[in-house]
T-cell receptor, first 111, second 117 residues
Framework: GEDVEQSLFLSVREGDSSVINCTYTDSSSTYLYWYKQEPGAGLQLLTY?????DMKQDQRLTVLLNKKDKHLSLRIADTQTGDSAIYFCAEMGSSASKIIFGSGTRLSIRP | NAGVTQTPKFQVLKTGQSMTLQCAQDMNHEYMSWYRQDPGMGLRLIHYSVGAGITDQGEVPNGYNVSRSTTEDFPLRLLSAAPSQTSVYFCASSYTSWEAGSTDTQYFGPGTRLTVL
């Protein structure tokens, strides 16, 4: 079945780059997404990438997609304390009206 | 716009009790969905609706019912609560359905934390 996997925790120093990784199993994925969840809040769509793209950049965020390896990453440049959150990778696969989410990566920032 | 609102924020039930989680959106979105979030498991789709009067099952529909009598509201009913339904529930909405290849932003509500004893 379809599956999306992420590591559960990441700790980076303020000002460094954060790289959050995600792997998925559905080779027919069409869109892949990154969501951010701040404490006590709902999910916020950060960015998405279409499966025929390799890279997408949006200000401090860079998404890289390796379709052959089914690997997606989110790079946050110059990580700030406000970036502390849980980041969810998600994919829309071959099944209609369904998005599969990973378990989320908790990003913590050290001073 | 208030966006997506959910009530209650917290709820404690005893096994066997029933309750309804409310979800409303004021953005005139056609597509609404319910997810549950469990530690280490990510979000899983429970039920979804592509418009008023139309609902369908997601990945984990058992134990839950939904209805969509209006565009604005999409309540989730637990018929007989079980401890396995202890979770955080998120409602989401978007203009168009994901099945159409939409990249519309899904707007998520703040969540309802449910504990079943």
């Amino acid at each position: 079945g379809e599956d999306v996997e992420q590591s559960l925790f990441l700790s980076v120093r303020e000002g460094d780059s954060s790289v959050i990784n995600c792997t998925y199993t559905d080779s027919s994925s069409t869109y892949l997404y990154w969501y951010k969840q701040e404490p006590g809040a709902g999910l916020q769509l950060l960015t998405y990438i279409f499966s025929n793209m390799d890279m997408k950049q949006d200000q401090r965020l860079t998404v890289l997609l390796n379709k052959k390896d089914k690997h997606l990453s989110l790079r946050i440049a110059d990580t700030q304390t406000g970036d502390s959150a849980i980041y969810f990778c998600a994919e829309m696969g071959s099944s209609a009206s369904k998005i599969i989410f990973g378990s989320g990566t908790r990003l913590s920032i050290r001073p | 716009n208030a966006g997506v609102t959910q009530t209650p924020k917290f709820q404690v039930l005893k096994t066997g009790q029933s309750m309804t989680l409310q979800c409303a959106q004021d953005m005139n979105h056609e597509y609404m969905s319910w997810y549950r979030q469990d530690p280490g498991m990510g979000l899983r789709l429970i039920h979804y609706s592509v418009g008023a009067g139309i609902t369908d099952q997601g990945e984990v529909p058992n134990g839950y019912n939904v209805s969509r009598s209006t565009t604005e509201d999409f309540p989730l009913r637990l018929l007989s609560a079980a401890p396995s339904q202890t979770s955080v529930y998120f409602c989401a909405s978007s203009y168009t359905s994901w099945e159409a290849g939409s990249t519309d932003t899904q707007y998520f509500g703040p969540g309802t934390r449910l504990t079943v004893l």
